[in-house]
Structure formats: structure tokens, C-alpha cells
């Protein structure tokens, strides 16, 4: 089969331009070892984003995959409307323990996104099922450049007119704080506090925008004016959360203990769709009631909790402790921080971006018609690394299991694309 010719006849990619796509040889995986991604002409690359952030202890880990292989032995998938099973009831108890306090509450879906959607509803009904006052509660904060998934409500959020603002005939109206700054909050906030239902952050790091990273103390100074104006806090960690900013989650650096927490990406370390939404008992009680009161969250998904994923999950949450994972981070983050300094030397870089092992690379000056992101991710592939760009601003975030050397010898691969391709660049404007 030429599997090239199958996918450019059949297949329509997530974010992608299709009338290039055809026009490129796909690169198609067949199968992953460790932090490598392996194609189907046995070529091998660094899997330098993680298979789009989730990937946390690499691939084909033992641990994982026995655990999936064991799950299957018993049952791969049962419904959690009006059932339950160990996997998910386990996996909740051990999400519970390593939270932030005052989390106690675990409801399952299937991507980031819907626990975004799952968060906003919760937080709307909430305040329906209070008083008079509380009912006034219907709208939401979030930041500009925000990105909190694709379903309606997620991209209701969203502050990245690329992504969102072609849809907003179908969208409900939110507003947008200016990222990292607290003082803007707070206008917002004063103005119309008692008309929120809830804020609406990234913690600590905004991939989408480009790994925009907001300066100490302004999350936990966004918990204080959420606390003051009596609103809800909703903490989207599934970029954020499994160890990408240094700590399990980046709530975790300003001791900050959100009302909602949506989690998904590396919960089963890249191997299964699962995501979770935490929340604290004042939030589960408001939704108590005889039946006849209609207070249940009427919400759910076919594959909500689903066994094999919830499987994934607690081996995954085993190897942190077992491989000693954030401690390997902590070495990372020092060797991640001297290896970028020459690319942020570079020309055509306009700043680098981290936190943690989340790196944005921002080039500088190009036409948006050159694609110059697009050109690195190819040249970087062409040296032997799997990047990812947002626009022009090239996107590190790799397995946290990978190692120094193979960390090294992905920013200097990352370095040599950069200037390979900025240079070719100079040299056809110059002709």
C-alpha cells in the first residue's frame, strides 16, 4: 500500500492546511522506543513535543504497557452510568492525594477540552441551584491569548483570534484579563464581579499563545481576587500539570488550591484519551438533592472513566514515584536553561520562552507567507527531531524521561534548523 497516496486521498489533519499537506511525503509513524518516534522506513527521531504534550515516560515503557496488557485481561471498556470500576475508582482516590488541597472530587471525560466544558457547566449550574444572587453568577473570565480546547464552550474561552474568532456567532460572550497582569483582573472583576460565574486561567504557562509565561505571584494573586469577589477559579492544567513545569502541577509553585482543575495529556502518559476534571466538596453539594430536584449534572461521555485509560493512569502516577521523575526534571530544567542559551543568541530569535521543560522559541521579522516555523520543523526532521511550531514560534516540550544527552542533542539539532533555514532565507531575499 502506498501509504502516502492513501493519506493524502483520505485523511484531513487537525490544524493543517490541507492544500500544503498534499503537496509534502507525510512523515508516518509505525511504531515508538523510549523518547524515540521510529517511521516506517525505520528512521528514527527525537519526539521533541512530546506527541503533542502527552508523552511523559516515553514509549512502549514496560510499565505502562503491562499495565494496559493486564487491564485487557479483565475488561477494555465498561460504562460508569449507573456502574463503576477499580481502575477509576483508584485512579480518583490517588488524583485526589496528589492535588491541590480541598480537591476531593474526580469527573472523568475523554480530552482536554471537555474537561474544560465539564468545569464551565459544573461552575453555571453551581450557581443556578443557589439563590436569587447566585443565578446572577453566567459569565466568565479568561486571558487574552488563552486557549482551553475546541468544543464550543472551550473556544468560548479562547482569546487566539486564529483559532476562535470565526466561530463567534455560535459562542457565548466572555471576557479576557490581560495575561499576567493582576491589576487588569481586578478592573474587570470590580466592575462586574457579582455577573461572574468564574475565572478561567492557564496557570503559570499559556502554551497555545506560544509558551507565554506570566511573571511570579500573579496566580496566586488572581486566587486572591477570586476569593474577594466571591467568584470561582478554574485551573486548566492539561498543558501545565504531570511534571511539565518542574512540579506534579504548576498550581503547586504558588501554593495555589483552585475550586476546578482539568487535567488530561500526560495523565495517562501519552497512551490513552483521558482527562479529569477535580473539584471540592462545596461544589459536589450544590449539586445534592432528592431526584425530583433536578440538581444532577446531567453530563457524560461513552468512554467517560474508561478502564484501559484509568489503567494507564495509575502505572503512570507508579513510574513518577518509581523513576523518581521529578527529580530527573530538576536536572533537565539546569540542562535545558544552558543548552538554549546559544539558540537565543541566535539572529533570528526574538526571545526564548520557559518554564520548566515548556520552551517556546519565538523567530523574529518573517513574512507570514514563508512559513519560517513550518520550514524548521522540516529541517529539524530532516536532522533527526520531531518539532512542532505555533506560527513562528518553534515549540520544545519533551518526554520528561528523556535524557541529558538526548535533551542536548535536541536543542542543538533545533539550533542548526534555526539557522540553516534563516539563513537560507537572508540568501533568497539577498538574490
Known amino acids: 500500500m502506498d501509504l502516502a497516496a492513501e493519506d493524502h486521498t483520505h485523511l484531513w489533519h487537525p490544524f493543517t492546511q490541507q492544500r500544503g499537506w498534499v503537496e509534502e511525503e507525510p512523515l508516518v509513524i509505525e511504531r515508538g522506543e523510549g523518547t524515540d518516534l521510529i517511521d516506517v522506513d525505520g528512521r528514527r527521531y527525537i519526539d521533541g513535543v512530546s ?40 485512579l480518583a482516590r490517588r488524583l485526589v492525594e496528589i492535588s491541590p488541597p480541598g480537591l476531593s472530587r474526580v469527573f ?8 474544560v466544558e465539564i468545569a464551565l457547566k459544573m461552575a453555571f449550574q453551581f450557581w443556578q441551584q443557589g439563590d436569587a444572587a447566585a443565578r446572577g453568577r453566567t459569565r466568565f473570565v479568561s486571558l487574552r491569548d488563552s486557549y482551553h ?46 455577573e461572574f460565574a468564574a475565572v478561567v486561567v492557564e496557570p503559570l504557562v499559556q502554551g497555545a499563545a506560544g509558551m507565554l509565561v506570566h511573571p511570579p505571584g500573579y496566580l496566586s494573586a488572581v486566587r486572591e481576587l477570586c476569593d474577594r469577589y466571591g467568584t470561582l477559579l478554574i485551573c486548566d492544567e492539561v498543558a501545565t500539570g504531570f ?32 482527562a479529569a476534571t477535580l473539584t471540592t466538596e462545596r461544589i459536589y453539594a450544590g449539586f445534592l438533592g432528592d431526584f425530583e430536584e433536578l440538581r444532577t449534572f446531567f453530563h457524560g461521555h461513552t468512554y ?27 536536572v533537565l530544567e539546569t540542562v535545558l536553561a544552558e543548552a538554549l542559551e546559544p ?20 523567530l523574529d521579522g ?10 524548521v520543523t522540516l529541517e529539524a526532521r530532516r536532522r533527526g527531531a520531531i518539532v512542532r511550531p505555533l506560527g513562528d514560534v518553534v515549540i520544545l516540550m519533551p518526554p520528561l524521561a528523556i535524557t541529558v544527552a538526548e535533551l542536548r542533542r535536541l ?14 532565507s537572508e540568501l533568497a531575499v539577498a538574490a
Open 51 to 90: 506527541s503533542l504534550w502527552c508523552n511523559v515516560h516515553g514509549h512502549r515503557h514496560p510499565r505502562l504497557d503491562s499495565a494496559v496488557r493486564d487491564q485487557l485481561d479483565r475488561v477494555a471498556h465498561s460504562t460508569m452510568l449507573g456502574l463503576s470500576h477499580p481502575p477509576a475508582i483508584e
Open 108 to 115: 472523568y471525560s475523554d480530552s482536554g477540552s471537555t474537561a
Open 149 to 194: 480546547g475546541d468544543t464550543v464552550g472551550s473556544v468560548s474561552l479562547g482569546g487566539i483570534d486564529l483559532f476562535h474568532s470565526l466561530y463567534q456567532p455560535l459562542l457565548f460572550d466572555a471576557l479576557h484579563a490581560e495575561p499576567g497582569d493582576a491589576a487588569d483582573l481586578e478592573r474587570i472583576l470590580s466592575a462586574h464581579g457579582e
Open 243 to 274: 511534571g511539565r513545569t518542574g512540579r506534579m502541577f504548576a498550581c503547586e509553585h504558588e501554593d495555589v488550591a483552585p475550586d476546578f482543575m482539568c487535567l488530561a495529556k500526560g495523565l495517562t502518559g501519552g497512551y490513552l484519551p483521558l
Open 304 to 330: 467517560t472513566g474508561n478502564p484501559l485509560a484509568c489503567a494507564a493512569a495509575l502505572a503512570t502516577l507508579d513510574v513518577f514515584e518509581e523513576e523518581r521523575t521529578l527529580e530527573h526534571v530538576a
Open 343 to 362: 539558540v537565543a543568541g541566535l539572529g533570528a530569535v526574538a526571545e526564548v520562552r520557559r518554564r520548566g521543560l515548556m520552551t517556546g522559541i519565538e
Open 366 to 375: 518573517f513574512p507570514l507567507a514563508a512559513r519560517m516555523g513550518h520550514q
Open 411 to 424: 536543542v542543538d539539532i533545533v539550533y542548526a534548523a534555526i539557522a540553516t533555514v534563516t539563513a537560507e
